[in-house]
């Protein structure tokens, strides 16, 4: 790998025009793309087979109305009076145009529902009057009904009394023979008699209809009086969701997209909030949720800015010239430009965060300057050792360059093994990132040395340059083997006096020093570490956002006006038993919303719909706090706990609060595994490039206390609220869920740069003879100045995006600048090499058996340095001797 840089660097800087004109095509190429092929990022995440994402597939088909993505437009007056007659009209227009934006499934007119509600609960009370006066009445017509049955009974009783008594005068006539002249006399009382009796049987099926109809009447009306006392439950748990405030100066329209929220097009949320945007009612300030709103974080700005010039500065100081210092910048903004475009091209075809392409940005920036600038002082190193310009840039490329190379691998795999996670769109950031990584590896091998050609000997100073001619006129051309002779060749090789003086004598340190250095760094880095212990994770809410912002106004205005749990309300979706009918139905969605309602935390419970076949219902509950807290998330695991209905009813919980909560378990389930294959990894690389055990260990356990030192500021910042004001939180809250996996990942990859840029000038000196105390201190003497610039210039790139206008970049930005400034100035300067110093000769202890197996793969490109001895130089570097005369030695092995 080395000899093939050495020629590929060298036809680089020998063809440069050919090389950048080819990388600013590709950076057109990687444009058109994007405007061709790029598509919409996401502001929301979702993971396949969560529970929410199980009930929302559902919901598409059992009940479709219920599963799209959703969004709240705020709407306040501006003097916090009332809303006038005028300002709902025009609001109400408004959202009836907002309606037709495509995309759009409805937008809920606050006033009108408010005023529906209020008309349902005044129904409620008139029905329940309304019955109340109909059981009177049909108790009053029950009285006149037996009133009159009564009359007929007694009129029938004198029918036959009159019936007796003629009987009996008929009787008398036949006994006193006269029954013929009483005949007609008697038959005309008998027929009147039989009409009377005739009239009363008509009266009493009068009577028997209207008892029948009295008695349908009564049915009817308890029937109905059955439904409201189902319904009025129903409207008394919901009461508490409100669209208009209850002192009328606030109102929320609920907007329902077509689609779920990762579907959902830029576009139609642009056009939504352009329908109030571009035509806003006088008097009254309208704001969006960020589900609405949070579209894709600002790429660059001023803290970007400044986090570019501090690395400008520490470029000039470390390089000596202007000209030094802008190609590591404009290598990796070439980079990043390329990286980023191409990653946002592919978002047409996939679902891809808004995050991701900012991520790739950041880490391609970081470590496009880091990599650029590793050949970038090799190459200056040697010219002023007198090394000729085209032969210096191959050199540099097959050494330092080399190493970038195996730099860049180590962080493009810790990256791409995020996809072990099984969670897509952290597996989609990781690769973005990696692809990013790579584009800065390619970048820093081929288009650094194509301009270290172009600019040749003016990446030296004015006076470097004047002090280089000068001694190579009067014949005293640098030695380059006072480099090795001070025993720290390599990639950061130089701690030789200018113009060949021997180096100072290095002292080791002392062993109670290095024993006090140990429990220091260890103790302080613990202490960082303690706040990670409380740590707490979710995707950042309305809360978080800027006070500035219109997605902070739309979340305290409903927070303050409707309750916290307005901004989280979450979906619960039932099974209901058997095939109900829709008295059925009714009456299992009230017995299920009072088991909902009797939950603790729960505000408010409200039936959405159920199926065609009645078969699922949805309901809205409102929790008390807001969707990030710990009450909510508990709430979310103790409804899918819930045995509704004796255990007759299986229920499911969704809803944007419930996703996150779900996503956020995900990632903790995770993030051990991911952390075991990192450390793994980890430790196979560093044996691969140390040939040691105890390097590789130590060398992994700093990371591992680096990282959590990393969250433990991340917590007391972001979720505490320490120095809150100095990091622009105004609201902490819960860490960033996807940030703790993250963050393995990519620390990983940086704190492996660091330990290889240190550590290889410790192995070789070794491995040249000096003595195992004293290699130690050469390491890091050769290493520091370049380790130094880099880390701080991490540092800066990182933190400019800790003043980002996203609530998600900023903690990822602070967690990646404050684990570099741990991991490099605490672990890989002090902690380890004093670990190293404690360890002596057996810190470089490795079995035969492995010593046998491994391969050599010459990091530091030491074998190229063999074959292509420097061109001043008239043989290769003799090998350093210790004071008993050793030379160079294998390290020890068991």
């Not at 009461?239 to 576009?267: C, K, Y």
């Not at 002392?510 to 990670?532: D, K, W």
């Not at 739309?554 to 309300?569: I, L």
């Not at 039932?574 to 299992?588: C, I, N, R, S």
Request: glycine letters at 10%.
């Amino acid at each position: 790998m080395a000899e093939l840089l050495y020629r590929l660097g060298r036809a680089c800087a020998r063809r440069a025009r050919t090389v950048l004109a080819a990388w600013l095509a590709i950076l057109v190429l990687a444009g058109a793309a994007f405007a061709a092929f790029g598509g919409t990022l996401a502001t929301s995440f979702s993971i396949p087979g969560t529970p929410t994402a199980e009930v929302t597939e559902r919901l598409q088909s059992e009940l479709p109305e219920a599963s799209g993505g959703s969004g709240t437009v705020v709407f306040q007056t501006e003097d916090g009076s009332a809303f006038t007659a005028e300002q709902e009209a025009a609001i109400g227009e408004l959202i009836t145009t907002a309606g037709d934006v495509d995309g759009v499934e409805t937008v809920i007119d606050p006033f009108a529902t408010q005023t529906e509600l209020a008309d349902q609960a005044a129904q409620v009370e008139d029905g329940r009057t309304q019955i109340a006066d109909g059981r009177e009445q049909i108790e009053a017509g029950r009285t006149q009904l037996e009133d009159g049955q009564a009359q007929l009974d007694a009129a029938r009783s004198q029918l036959d009394a009159g019936q007796a008594q003629l009987d009996e005068a008929r009787a008398q006539a036949e006994a006193a023979g006269i029954a013929d002249q009483a005949a007609p006399q008697l038959d005309a009382q008998q027929a009147q008699l039989d009409a009377g009796r005739a009239e009363l049987d008509a009266q009493a099926a009068t009577i028997t209809e209207q008892q029948a109809a009295l008695e349908d009447q009564s049915t009817e009306l308890e029937d109905q009086a059955a439904q409201l006392e189902l319904s009025a439950p129903l409207l008394e748990m919901a009461s508490d969701i409100r669209m208009v405030s209850e002192d009328g100066s606030a109102a929320v329209a609920s907007v329902s997209f077509t689609e779920p929220n990762m579907s959902i097009e830029q576009q139609t949320k642009d056009d939504l909030v352009a329908v109030f945007a571009d035509d806003p009612v006088d008097g009254v300030q309208t704001d969006f949720s960020a589900d609405i709103t949070q579209g894709v974080p600002q790429v660059f700005g001023v803290g970007e800015a400044i986090g570019l010039v501090v690395a400008a500065v520490v470029l000039v100081i470390m390089l000596g010239t202007l000209v030094g210092a802008g190609l590591p910048l404009l290598t990796a903004l070439i980079g990043v430009g390329i990286g980023a475009l191409t990653a946002m091209s592919l978002s047409g075809v996939v679902d891809m965060s808004s995050v991701t392409p900012v991520l790739g940005l950041m880490l391609g920036l970081a470590v496009g300057i880091d990599y650029s600038l590793f050949i970038i002082n090799r190459h200056r190193r040697q010219l002023k050792q007198g090394d000729e310009v085209h032969e210096s840039i191959g050199l540099a490329n097959g050494t330092s360059g080399n190493a970038v190379v195996f730099a860049g691998a180590t962080v493009l795999i810790a990256l791409l093994a995020l996809n072990v996670t099984g969670i897509p769109f952290l597996g989609l950031m990781g690769t973005v990132g990696a692809l990013c990584v790579a584009i800065a590896v390619l970048i820093a091998v081929t288009l650094t040395p194509a301009l270290l050609g172009m600019i040749g000997m003016r990446i030296l100073s004015k006076r470097e340059r004047a002090r280089l001619a000068g001694a190579t006129s009067a014949g005293g051309a640098t030695s380059a083997s006072a480099a090795t002779a001070s025993g720290t060749t390599g990639a950061d090789a130089g701690a030789a006096a200018p113009g060949g003086a021997p180096a100072k004598p290095v002292r080791p340190m002392s062993t109670p020093r290095a024993l006090a250095t140990v429990l220091l760094s260890i103790a302080a880095v613990a202490v960082i570490a303690l706040p990670a212990l409380d740590l707490r994770t979710n995707l950042p809410d309305g809360s978080s956002e800027a006070h500035d912002s219109t997605q902070y106004r739309a979340y305290s205005t409903v927070a303050e006006q409707f309750g916290e749990g307005t901004n989280g309300p979450l979906l619960v979706v039932a099974d209901l038993p058997g095939e109900p009918t829709e008295d059925e139905a009714l009456e299992y969605q009230v017995r299920i919303a009072e088991e909902l309602f009797a939950q603790d935390d729960v505000v408010a419970v409200a039936p959405i719909g159920t199926s065609e076949d009645r078969t699922v219902a949805a309901f809205q509950v409102v929790p008390a706090e807001g969707p990030t807290s710990e009450s909510t998330e508990e709430l979310v695991h103790s409804l899918r706990d819930l045995e509704l209905l004796d255990g007759d009813v299986t229920i499911g919980v969704a809803g944007s609060a419930s996703g996150n909560i779900d996503i956020s378990d995900k990632l903790a389930q995770a993030l051990p595994i991911y952390l075991g294959v990192v450390v793994g990894l980890s430790l196979i690389i560093l044996i691969l490039v140390f040939r040691s055990i105890f390097v590789p260990v130590v060398a992994t356990l700093g990371f591992i206390l680096s990282y959590f030192a990393a969250l433990g500021g991340v917590v007391a910042i972001y979720q505490w609220g320490w120095l809150a004001g100095v990091f622009g939180v105004e609201t902490p809250g819960p860490v960033l869920n996807f940030l703790p996996t993250l963050l393995v990942g990519i620390l990983f990859g940086l704190a492996m740069d660091y330990q290889l840029f240190l550590g290889s000038g410790m192995r070789e000196a070794y491995a040249h003879g000096a003595p195992a105390r004293i290699a130690v201190v050469q390491g890091v003497r050769a290493g520091r100045a370049v380790v130094t610039a880099a880390a701080i210039i991490m540092i800066s790139v990182f933190g400019g995006f800790v003043f980002s206008h996203s609530a998600m970049i900023r903690p990822i930005g602070f967690a990646l600048a404050f684990g570099v400034l741990v991991d490099a100035f605490v672990v890989r300067m002090l902690l380890v090499p004093a670990l190293m110093h404690l360890a002596g000769d057996k810190a470089w202890w490795l079995p035969r058996w492995l010593d046998r197996i491994l391969p050599d793969v010459d990091v530091e490109g030491a074998a190229l340095e063999r074959r292509h001895p420097h061109e001043h130089g008239s043989a290769p570097a003799e090998p350093a001797q210790t004071s008993g005369g050793a030379t160079e030695r294998e390290p020890a092995k068991g």
